[in-house]
């Protein structure tokens, strides 16, 4: 069993920056970032493996970076450059294995959320 916590979402103008956070309480394990719009299925966005390695949906490459903390074990995403299409819950989740993957099917476990508006 694997906890999550997301926290940091908030409302912010288009252009603008925000950090999102996710606390596991196992390091073991890929952690994606994963998003729902409203009227959306939700969407990969990003994850980072316990070897560090990232990968990212063509939608936000560029412009977020997802890095990992092992020591605090929490895994950051920093969105930069937001757009209004953004603007969704914002959910951390914990894959099956270590090594990175950004399909959906292949994560277990998954926080309750945060919402990340952006206003143009």
């Known amino acids: 069993q694997v906890h999550l916590e997301e926290s940091g979402g908030a409302s912010v103008p288009a252009g603008g920056s925000l950090t999102l956070s996710c606390v596991s309480s196992?390091?073991?394990?890929?952690i994606g970032w994963f998003r729902r719009a409203p009227g959306k299925e939700r969407e990969r966005v990003a994850a980072?493996?316990?070897?560090?390695?990232?990968g990212y949906a063509d939608s936000v490459r560029g412009r977020f970076n997802v890095t990992r903390d092992k020591a605090k074990n929490t895994v950051y995403l920093q969105m930069n450059s937001l757009k209004p299409e953004d603007t969704a819950i914002y959910y951390c989740?914990?894959?099956?294995?270590?090594?990175?993957?950004?399909?959906?099917?292949?994560?277990?476990?998954w926080g309750q959320g945060t919402q990340v508006t952006v206003s143009s």
């Open positions: 980072i493996d316990t070897s560090y390695r990232a």
């Open positions: 989740a914990a894959a099956q294995w270590s090594w990175l993957t950004l399909a959906e099917s292949d994560y277990n476990y």
């Open positions: 196992n390091n073991r394990y890929c």
